[in-house]
């Protein structure tokens, strides 16, 4: 008998934040919704074609549900907030990730420190939408709705906004302000701003 062929996990994108109970939560939770937007009925479904996963630079908060005003705007948004729990950022993390998406340049710089390897598919997710701006679609690997080609088409995506960027890194306006602590007013505009450059970047990587 033969082995088992095994199986190549999706495009896997990793969100952090400080704490990981408020924006790469919602982050984590938005990816999917917004993935599932574009896809049809006889798509396969979204967690066959993308992982989305987060964690914090910091381990107080180790063990926790998603702060609720958070968990708010992932369920008002389509998306769903449930068995969330909060973790520290590890090595393997972001081994295991083909695009890590972090709240602030700090973040993404405290990734590329504990993993200098993964500096050219670092971003802040802020970043990443910015410079989706300027890569050339026409250029990625054709766009369909199985494993094999998202996952290709991340690849070359990812590449393609690290070089668009030059070398250069994130700027002041690249980060998103920490809502923790604050009102559900405050979660709206920062869910808005973490639901934008994710919209991009599912309507780039599946061509739709």
């Not at 790469?24 to 066959?48: C, F, H, K, Q, Y």
Request: aromatic letters at 4%; one cysteine or more.
């Amino acid at each position: 008998m033969g082995v088992p062929e095994l199986t190549r996990p999706p495009f896997t994108v990793l969100h952090v934040c400080m704490g990981n109970i408020c924006r790469s939560p919602m982050a984590e939770r938005l990816l999917v919704a917004r993935l599932a937007d574009l896809l049809g009925p006889a798509d396969p479904a979204p967690d066959t074609l993308l992982y989305s996963h987060s964690a914090g630079t910091g381990g107080w908060h180790t063990g926790e549900r998603m702060n609720p005003p958070a968990a708010r705007q992932v369920l008002e948004r389509g998306g769903d907030p449930a068995d969330f729990t909060a973790r520290q950022l590890h090595g393997e993390h972001i081994d295991s990730s083909e695009l890590i998406l972090t709240a602030t340049g700090e973040q993404a710089s405290y990734v590329t420190a504990l993993r200098p390897d993964a500096a050219g598919r670092t971003f802040t997710v802020c970043e990443f939408g910015r410079l989706l701006h300027d890569v050339d679609t026409a250029e990625l690997p054709p766009a369909a709705a199985t494993p094999e080609r998202v996952l290709a088409r991340g690849v070359a995506m990812v590449a393609a906004a690290d070089k668009v960027r030059g070398g250069s890194g994130p700027g002041p306006e690249d980060d998103l302000d920490d809502p923790w602590g604050l009102g559900d007013r405050f979660f709206d505009r920062i869910a808005d701003d973490i639901e934008l450059p994710l919209r991009k970047l599912v309507r780039v990587l599946t061509g739709r």
